[in-house]
């Protein structure tokens, strides 16, 4: 790597720390301040208690926010490494010494894909793996959370409710599960095949299984329904007890990975449901694109020669930036809906890139040394 590459990359770093610490800590100051009263209902666990529990709550959510923010981070930083090197009049000596423009915003652009690529890693691997604990809302001390579930569906097809979920001893009260199977006759229905129930499920860690108290299985093509057969335990491989968090939220398919998705949506026979997680795919593989042509939309705007300039061409590239984050958000809500008389969820995904990717291939070829 060249001293003028060396130069570079470390302007765009001090810049992409800066944008990251801003952003960022100006959304976790927000939520801070709505949601303090969450928070102040531990009062009676002590200040150091209670203060341990609001960082741990944010240092986690942080993996929500960059996965977010990263494509407008990327441009911040860029802004504001190349705003300074314009400003102390850098940048025009590199264009004057005969430097392609091309050439300054390598290194700019090589470090956008790590940056990218660690938004990626972030998505796909770390949310995944914590998902659970990015569920909690800001008044749940970890560990003493309980819900009630409501027909979640595990691999075999099987809807599984209880009156309470205890997240401590990851416990099941009163559980019904109905076991179905896939009816040959008719595509993408379900019929019941019978009845578990039980005092209480707990997930055996060892076994990986739900060990039944007092369990029962009743066959619905049984002649006397009521001698039901003792069942001592039930296997469901995709319903860990962090998933039964996750899936308790709204929306959680954003906390899960490709691999998950793909597994889900096998499950999905609502239209709607499999449009949902089928754009949810496409946007893990556009998203990422989709952020590196934000930044390269933004970059020939921002090398501009005169200083004075330079605030003209930071307003241009944001509104760029805007102007494709709100298309992507836009696309994103019609992925589902039902437009020109269809569903499209494997198109709208890519609707950001056919529109601003020409564009940005046309800037950075148009820039001029």
């Known amino acids: 790597m060249k001293i003028l590459d060396r130069y570079v990359a470390k302007n765009f770093m001090i810049g992409y720390v800066i944008a990251f610490c801003v952003l960022i800590g100006l959304r976790i100051l927000i939520e801070l301040f709505v949601n303090l009263d969450e928070f102040t209902k531990h009062t009676s666990l002590g200040t150091w208690a209670l203060t341990r529990h609001v960082v741990s709550f944010y240092a986690m959510r942080t993996t929500l926010y960059f996965r977010d923010i990263a494509g407008v981070i990327t441009v911040v930083a860029a802004a504001f490494s190349l705003g300074r090197m314009v400003r102390s009049n850098e940048l025009v ?10 050439r300054i915003v390598g290194p700019i652009l090589v470090l956008a894909i790590v940056f990218t690529g660690l938004a990626v890693a972030d998505q796909e691997l770390l949310i995944p793996s914590i998902s659970d604990k ?3 809302s800001e008044d749940d001390l970890p560990g003493q959370e309980s819900f009630p579930v409501r027909f979640l569906t595990d691999a075999k097809g099987s809807l599984i409710c209880s ?3 205890y997240v401590e001893t990851l416990t099941l009260d009163a559980p019904t599960i109905l076991t179905r199977e896939r009816d040959p006759n008719r595509p993408g229905v379900w019929k019941v095949t019978g009845r578990i129930s039980a005092d209480a499920a707990v997930y055996n860690e060892k076994s990986e299984r739900w060990d039944l108290i007092n369990g029962l299985y009743v066959a619905t093509d049984a002649v006397d329904t009521t001698q039901a057969r003792p069942i001592a335990f039930y296997e469901a491989s995709d319903l860990l007890p962090k998933d039964i968090a996750v899936r308790q939220m709204s929306g959680y398919d954003t906390l899960l990975s490709s691999r998950q998705l793909t597994a889900l949506a096998a499950q999905k026979t609502k239209i709607k449901d499999v449009a949902q997680l089928t754009s949810q795919k496409h946007f893990r593989i556009t998203d990422p694109l989709i952020n590196l042509t934000m930044l390269m939309v933004s970059l020939p705007v921002l090398i501009c020669r005169d200083p004075r300039t330079m605030k003209s061409a930071v307003v241009v ?8 984050f709100v298309t992507t958000f836009v696309c ?3 992925a589902t809906e039902v437009v020109f008389a269809r569903i499209m969820p494997e198109f709208w995904p890519w609707v950001p890139l056919f529109i601003f990717l020409p564009i940005a291939i046309i800037e950075l070829d148009s820039m001029r040394t």
Do not use: P
């Not at 000596?93 to 091309?102: L, P």
């Not at 590239?317 to 494709?324: D, H, Q, R, V």
């Open 317 to 324: 590239s944001f509104g760029l930036t805007a102007a494709c």
């Open 134 to 136: 990015l569920v909690r």
């Open 332 to 334: 994103k809500m019609l």
């Open 163 to 165: 009156r309470r979920y």
């Open 93 to 102: 000596a590199m264009i004057a010494s005969g430097v392609s423009a091309k």
